[in-house]
T-cell receptor
Framework: AQKVTQAQTEISVVEKEDVTLDCVYE???????LFWYKQPPSGELVFLIR??????QNEISGRYSWNFQKSTSSFNFTITASQVVDSAVYFC???????????FGKGNQVVVIP | GAVVSQHPSRVICKSGTSVKIECRSL??????MFWYRQFPKQSLMLMAT?????????EQGVEKDKFLINHASLTLSTLTVTSAHPEDSSFYIC???????????FGPGTRLTVT
């Protein structure tokens, strides 16, 4: 069975601070895909990143960065210099290529205080 | 590219009635569509997977007679909540996957309120 754990439920930060969201996953597959999505108050899921299990390079996209550590089954997400527009729920998800089903974590509610 | 729409975006219905939610892939052919349900402050839970022209596969605990899914064409899947109850009030999100494409593209969601 696949499982994604996002332990922090709500995180509040003051604008311009950095915030790191932890994601730990469990899977028996050797090949799999990891995702981060943003869900603003409107509800629509916004795709942020996909990482396959063979690519452990960290990635930076603007103020967003991701740290994939296969040895600890973690795929953490950092927002640098947070802004009010970053306030949203962020979901980490895991997909198995066997059935393409996505398993979502419980999400992190990020509140950026101006 | 890869745009998925849902209609309606919000719907209010009375208890005991049925409501239909549409999910459309606008610029690609969706061989597989997924339906998720999200209760307030909770995660997305997969309800069912449907392949075009086939019966949907429901997740454990999801009543197939209550949540009717039809995927009759490569661009449209519908979810009908039959005999809706207040506990069915939720945010329903669909996603679609095209032929040879392993990505899921999400619709904007439909907020259902049953009074």
């Amino acid at each position: 069975a696949q499982k994604v754990t996002q332990a922090q439920t709500e995180i509040s930060v003051v604008e311009k601070e950095d915030v790191t969201l932890d994601c730990v996953y469990e899977t028996r597959d050797t090949t799999y895909y990891l995702f981060w999505y943003k869900q603003p108050p409107s509800g629509e899921l916004v795709f942020l990143i996909r990482r396959n299990s063979f690519d452990e390079q960290n990635e930076i996209s603007g103020r967003y960065s991701w740290n994939f550590q296969k040895s600890t089954s973690s795929f953490n997400f950092t927002i640098t210099a947070s802004q009010v527009v970053d306030s949203a729920v962020y979901f980490c998800a895991l997909r198995s290529p066997r059935d393409n089903r996505l398993a979502f974590g419980k999400g992190n509610q990020v509140v950026v205080i101006p | 590219g890869a745009v998925v729409s849902q209609h309606p975006s919000r719907v209010i219905c009375k208890s005991g009635t049925s409501v239909k939610i549409e999910c459309r892939s606008l610029d690609f052919q969706a061989t597989t569509m997924f339906w998720y349900r999200q209760f307030p402050k909770q995660s997305l839970m997969l309800m069912a997977t449907s392949n075009e022209g086939s019966k949907a596969t429901y997740e454990q605990g999801v009543e197939k007679d209550k949540f009717l899914i039809n995927h009759a064409s490569l661009t449209l899947s519908t979810l009908t909540v039959t005999s809706a109850h207040p506990e069915d009030s939720s945010f329903y999100i669909c996603s679609a996957r095209g032929t040879g494409d392993y990505e899921q593209y999400f619709g904007p969601g439909t907020r259902l309120t049953v009074t």
